[in-house]
């Protein structure tokens, strides 16, 4: 038997797609640096079309040519070095589709590279984790629009499809480190929305004073309306579960540290590199690395023993203050976040359509939620929309909530509780709409210590002040 496509790298996620695209009707070679993994999956799915293969030479020979291999494993120095060893086996116009959590850049350098062998490179964003690769993720490509063509099928077949309208959650994103690109500013922003989440979660549980029960009872409520999303969904359900051991809300028993694998920070830097705003991204990565240092932050509880404020008004129309402002602070990180795809188009020149950006996060994903119907829908709108912040549908929403915001992130302030992502929303927003903003004088400043010169506002040109004369 010949396979159609071949999986290098049996972990969790590999595993899922060898059994997604064995699912849909191909048959898929195995490969895995342990071998006893490869005979764990052909044990336990001994009638699959699945062919096992214990080195590279025999799993490139098995597969049908050109060859289509997706590369599931670490990134970085691992999948390096499986590159490295597949060049030499491999044939002109063979396809090498890495579906790692690589960086861009790295992905735009291994396709020149490969490219000098006949190679064809595919840097595939994968959202969507265990579920998402068994049965059907968010898949964003980015190479050739000829490489493209080939390999739609399969990616069309294996991908979510979205429950709007059943189409498959995959698109044409252009060239080199178009889909690894798009794969970092979601990650961006699902750290945002966990960021905003949890906010939302510590104000009402703590300065409202409600329990548990009561707030998965709230965030199931608002799971079925506009803050509807996958993150809303589960947030309700993690406010369910009680410990095993203590009988302890599970929530209560878990520590305030938050790990991260360092997408969300390369979201920031992509961001920064290309001038644009992603502050409340931002402000989610810097919560998290805050969280780290948790023995500092138990110091500086004793040494700053502050009193946290308490809430005496109407519970109920402040949860909606709450809702209110969680909404307006997710559409800022969205409007943040297709800001930067807007612009990276004009810079490295892809094709990256924000309307089906939004579409194919509509399932599988993490970030998935009613809002992106409404992005998908400004897109469709204006395709050279800018800033969602533009769009009627979504200044009709910020002018009616954005008061809320305010007030909430104002009580959260005064009453001793972080909000540092709904802050940054605020913040943003009024920076965005102000027509006249205070970098005038971050201007005069630096043309005052460092020459730097300055535009002015009554003629174009650039212009020095002698601040020292006399």
Same mark, same amino acid.
């Given at each position: 038997?010949?396979? #159609?496509?071949?999986?290098?790298?049996?972990?969790?996620?590999?595993?899922?797609?060898?059994?997604?695209?064995?699912?849909?009707?191909?048959?898929?070679?195995?490969?895995?640096?342990?071998?006893?993994?490869?005979?764990?999956?052909?044990?336990?799915?001994?009638?699959?079309?699945?062919?096992?293969?214990?080195?590279?030479?025999?799993?490139?020979?098995?597969?049908?040519?050109?060859? @289509?291999?997706?590369?599931?494993?670490?990134?970085?120095?691992?999948?390096?070095?499986?590159?490295? /060893?597949?060049?030499?086996?491999? #044939?002109?116009?063979?396809?090498?589709?890495?579906?790692?959590?690589?960086?861009?850049?790295?992905?735009?350098?291994?396709?020149?590279?490969?490219?000098?062998?006949?190679?064809?490179?595919? &840097?595939?964003?994968?959202?969507?984790?265990?579920?998402?690769?068994?049965?059907?993720?968010?898949?964003?490509?980015?190479?050739?629009?000829?490489?493209?063509?080939?390999?739609?099928?399969?990616?069309?077949?294996?991908?979510?499809?979205?429950?709007?309208?059943?189409?498959?959650?995959?698109?044409? *994103? &252009?060239?080199?480190?178009? &889909?690894?690109?798009?794969?970092?500013?979601?990650?961006?922003?699902?750290?945002?929305?966990?960021?905003?989440?949890?906010?939302?979660?510590?104000?009402?549980?703590?300065?409202?004073?409600?329990?548990?029960?009561?707030?998965?009872? +709230?965030?199931?409520?608002?799971?079925?309306?506009?803050?509807?999303?996958?993150?809303?969904?589960?947030?309700?359900?993690?406010? @369910?579960?009680?410990?095993?051991?203590?009988?302890?809300?599970?929530?209560?028993?878990?520590?305030?540290?938050?790990?991260?694998?360092?997408?969300?920070?390369?979201?920031?830097?992509?961001? *920064? #590199?290309?001038?644009?705003?992603?502050?409340?991204?931002?402000?989610?990565?810097?919560? /998290?690395?805050?969280?780290?240092?948790?023995?500092?932050?138990?110091?500086?509880?004793?040494?700053?023993?502050?009193?946290?404020?308490?809430?005496? &008004?109407?519970?109920?129309?402040?949860?909606?203050?709450?809702?209110?402002?969680?909404?307006?602070?997710?559409?800022?990180?969205?409007?943040?976040?297709?800001?930067?795809?807007?612009?990276?188009?004009?810079?490295?020149?892809?094709?990256?359509?924000?309307? /089906?950006?939004?579409?194919?996060?509509?399932?599988?994903?993490?970030?998935?939620?009613? *809002?992106?119907?409404? +992005?998908?829908?400004?897109?469709?709108?204006?395709?050279?929309?800018?800033?969602?912040?533009?769009?009627?549908?979504?200044?009709?929403? +910020?002018?009616?909530?954005?008061?809320?915001?305010?007030?909430?992130?104002? #009580?959260?302030?005064?009453?001793?509780?972080?909000?540092?992502?709904?802050?940054?929303?605020?913040?943003?927003?009024?920076? =965005?709409?102000?027509?006249?903003?205070?970098?005038?004088?971050?201007?005069?400043?630096?043309?005052?210590?460092?020459?730097?010169?300055?535009?002015?506002?009554?003629?174009?040109?650039?212009?020095? =002040?002698?601040?020292?004369?006399?």
């Amino acid at each position: 038997m010949t396979a #159609d496509v071949g999986v290098i790298g049996l972990g969790v996620m590999g595993y899922g797609f060898v059994m997604n695209l064995e699912e849909n009707g191909y048959n898929v070679a195995v490969a895995n640096y342990e071998h006893e993994m490869i005979d764990e999956v052909i044990q336990r799915h001994p009638s699959a079309n699945l062919i096992p293969t214990y080195s590279l030479e025999d799993f490139i020979e098995t597969l049908e040519r050109p060859r @289509k291999i997706f590369l599931i494993i670490k990134s970085g120095k691992p999948t390096d070095d499986t590159i490295n /060893r597949l060049i030499k086996l491999l #044939d002109e116009d063979d396809i090498l589709i890495n579906g790692g959590n690589t960086h861009f850049e790295e992905t735009i350098e291994w396709t020149n590279k490969l490219e000098k062998f006949g190679l064809n490179y595919v &840097g595939l964003g994968v959202s969507g984790g265990e579920e998402g690769a068994r049965y059907g993720a968010a898949l964003m490509p980015g190479c050739s629009k000829e490489t493209y063509q080939q390999i739609k099928p399969i990616l069309e077949n294996i991908a979510a499809k979205a429950p709007q309208d059943g189409k498959p959650c995959v698109t044409y *994103l &252009g060239t080199d480190g178009a &889909g690894h690109f798009t794969k970092i500013i979601h990650n961006g922003i699902e750290y945002s929305d966990s960021q905003l989440i949890a906010e939302s979660y510590h104000l009402m549980r703590h300065y409202l004073g409600l329990d548990v029960e009561e707030l998965s009872d +709230i965030y199931a409520e608002w799971n079925q309306g506009e803050l509807e999303s996958y993150l809303v969904e589960i947030t309700a359900e993690i406010l @369910k579960k009680y410990d095993d051991e203590t009988g302890k809300p599970m929530i209560d028993v878990i520590l305030d540290r938050a790990k991260s694998k360092g997408t969300g920070k390369w979201a920031s830097q992509t961001a *920064l #590199d290309i001038h644009m705003p992603f502050s409340v991204v931002t402000e989610a990565v810097f919560a /998290r690395y805050t969280s780290e240092l948790k023995e500092e932050r138990v110091k500086a509880a004793e040494i700053y023993s502050l009193e946290y404020g308490t809430f005496n &008004g109407d519970v109920k129309s402040y949860v909606e203050k709450v809702r209110r402002a969680l909404y307006f602070a997710k559409i800022m990180s969205y409007a943040q976040g297709f800001a930067v795809y807007h612009k990276a188009n004009d810079i490295y020149e892809w094709e990256l359509d924000e309307k /089906r950006i939004a579409e194919i996060f509509r399932a599988g994903c993490v970030i998935r939620a009613a *809002l992106l119907e409404q +992005i998908a829908q400004a897109y469709s709108r204006d395709s050279q929309l800018k800033n969602l912040l533009l769009d009627r549908y979504f200044i009709d929403i +910020i002018s009616e909530y954005y008061q809320d915001t305010r007030d909430v992130v104002a #009580d959260a302030m005064k009453n001793g509780y972080p909000m540092p992502g709904m802050a940054s929303a605020i913040a943003y927003f009024d920076n =965005y709409r102000s027509e006249v903003m205070s970098a005038d004088m971050v201007q005069a400043q630096r043309d005052y210590f460092g020459a730097h010169t300055f535009e002015r506002v009554d003629k174009s040109g650039s212009f020095h =002040y002698e601040w020292f004369k006399l």
